[in-house]
């Protein structure tokens, strides 16, 4: 054998190694890679809506129909012979309410105030810059922008209002709700104009003609099932914020940081929402209350894995999160009562408002982050 053809072998030798050693590399990538990628909620989501069975596709084609008709029907009634028996509430494979898809969303004129609508409700932090005073965004807690079954969808929402609020003893309209989840849960107090929208605005007309065509051929005057959040009966064992830290670290700490602080991406805008501190909601808000987070949790975290927690679970870890500082209660500072006195007149629910925790009395509140990050889910309105 020649020199040459030694070398040749060797190096052939060689290269199959090399070979082997990428495929084996190649192999452990794909493994990890996969795993990672199986964990992300929209890729799952992404493959099911690949491998949707023939009775979704069926059920969307249905739906699809229903609001046909009711558009139909309605334009016409009052001519002879339409009647409204026939009309058929628009349902998905989910058999919850169906919305119309994106792809529906009107292009005239009335398409704008929606499409502006359903900016907003992504985007606060940009599209309503002044009355936001925290990093959080409408969707943060309506998920899939307020079409979300059990996240308190806007589509169930639209045809209850006005009516009647115990929070502030009067009927509501949309207008009076939106206020609402602009003041406490969007900390509004704290925003560059120190308070919500001023009434009559375009930001509650821009959104109510978002909620208004989510609801397209949903019956008004009606709870529809998956309204709200879920109402968690309190287990035997009532809850437990100790209990909860456990379960906060195993399930929800990866996401949302070891503090609640949520998780910024690298322009400092946030991925993961706060669920504690400056940039979070309010201690007025709903979702301060240890039952209106226990099922929102139940029903919707950890993200991509719904109703995966016990109800026990879902309590304990509710009154964790709820056990820490975050905005004051706006009513407290505006009335000039002292935490007490506020503890007394407006936080007879569950919660720890008031409450001495390691020696520490609770609910005096942080202040917003002056800086106010927005939020990063939606697409900034240019200026009109
Ligand atoms: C921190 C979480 C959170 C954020 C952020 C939030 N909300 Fe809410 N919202 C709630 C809670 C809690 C309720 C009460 C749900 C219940 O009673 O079951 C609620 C209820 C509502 C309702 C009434 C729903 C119904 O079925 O009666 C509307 C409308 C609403 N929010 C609009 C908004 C808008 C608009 C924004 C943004 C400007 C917003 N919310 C931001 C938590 C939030
Ligand atoms: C896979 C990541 C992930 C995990 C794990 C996760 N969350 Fe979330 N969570 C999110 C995202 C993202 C949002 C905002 C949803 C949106 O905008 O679509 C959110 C929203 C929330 C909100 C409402 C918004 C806010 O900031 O207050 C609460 C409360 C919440 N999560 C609590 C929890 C709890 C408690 C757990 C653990 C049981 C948990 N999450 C686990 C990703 C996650």
Known sequence: MSDDKVQDKETGRGRSV????????????????????????????LLGVAQQPGAARLADEKAAKARETFQETTANLGADGVALAGLSIPTGADGYFAPPLESEMPSKQDGESIRRGREIFLNPGANATDYVGNSLACANCHLDAGRRANAAPMWAAAGLYPKYR????????????????????????????????????????????????LATGAPNRTKLPGQ??????????????????????????????E?????????????????WGPDSYN?????????????FIYANM???????????????????INSHERPP??????????????????????????DTLDGTVVGVGVGADPSGTPSATGIVVPEQ
């Not at 082997?20 to 989501?45: C, Q, S």
């Not at 939106?178 to 375009?202: K, L, R, V």
């Not at 959040?229 to 929800?252: H, I, K, M, N, W």
């Not at 935490?339 to 629910?349: G, K, L, P, Y």
């Open 283 to 295: 201690w007025g808000a709903g979702m301060h209350r240890v039952n209106t987070a226990a099922g």
């Open 302 to 320: 950890p993200l991509g894995q719904p109703f995966s927690l016990t109800v026990q679970e879902a309590w304990d870890v509710a009154a964790y």
């Open 228 to 257: 709200g959040f879920p109402s968690l009966d309190e287990p035997a064992d009532g809850y437990d914020r100790t209990r909860g830290q456990a379960v906060f670290a195993q399930r929800c700490a990866l996401c949302h940081g």
């Open 166 to 213: 115990g929070k502030n003893d009067q009927i509501n309209t949309m207008e009076d709700r939106i206020n609402g989840c602009f003041t406490y849960s969007m900390n509004a107090p704290q925003s560059p104009s120190g308070g919500p929208p001023p009434a009559g605005d375009q930001i509650y007309k821009d959104l109510e003609s978002y909620f208004h065509w």
């Open 329 to 354: 209660d706006p009513r407290q500072p505006a009335q000039g009562l002292s935490v007490t006195e506020a503890d007394a007149q407006f936080h007879q629910h569950k919660g720890y408002y008031g």
């Open 18 to 45: 090399y070979r082997w050693l990428y495929a084996g590399l190649l192999a452990i990538l794909l493994i990890l890679g996969g795993t990672v990628l199986g964990r992300m909620d929209t890729v799952a989501r």
């Open 259 to 275: 503090n609640g602080e949520g998780r910024q991406d690298i322009n400092g805008r946030y991925a993961f929402p706060p669920l």
